[in-house]
């Protein structure tokens, strides 16, 4: 073997015929005649392939190995998951520089490494103000693994009314949400609830009698 390479194979012996069978032949014995014919068997390499996955799983397609004429794919985005991620990726380098790797060529050789690339998710917000104004902080998207805090009462402004917080439903029911959590999916609606606001009017009779007090809300005629 040390005498005769290949790109990518490894000689296995000389033989005396050329369908390979038999066994090898290692040198012409000093008593033998005649001319001899010898045939060249080689056996294609096969390599390891390693993929580090940066947190995600590869479901289908995973590789561990190519040979050499072959080559392999490596998994796609359909093949591998990752909550709140999306692959943009394999990469030569632990970096993530340069172009991603699709596949490895069949005229390849040497062991492989490659680490898949993500990207966080970015999802939209959709704030419902219910005829109140968001004056500072508003929100229209967050991204996976930050999320993001919803503006609060101090954010908001809507003459006549208190605000009582963001609810995921229409209806306004369940309990308010205040922010959206580093670990959620996908894309948001709330509803802003308010409160109308009540006010007092106190009436001081000259006659002495005493004061009337009317307590309306806010909107009604009194």
Known sequence: PTDVTRTGYTFKGWYDNEGLTGDPVTAIGNTETGNKEYWAKWEANTYTVTLNTNGGTINSGNVTGYTYGVGATLPTADDMTYTGYTFKGWYDNEGLTGSPVTAIGDTETGNKEYWAKWEANAYTVTLNTNGGT?????????????????????????TGHTFKGWYDNENLTGSPVTAIGGTETGNKEYWAKWEINQYTITVKPENGKADITITQDYGTPI
Do not use: E, R
Request: hydrophobic share 30%; aromatic share 12%; glycine share 16%.
């Open 134 to 158: 968001i004056n500072n902080g508003n929100v229209t998207g967050y991204t996976y693994g930050v999320g993001a805090t919803l503006p609060t009462a101090d954010d908001m402004t809507y």
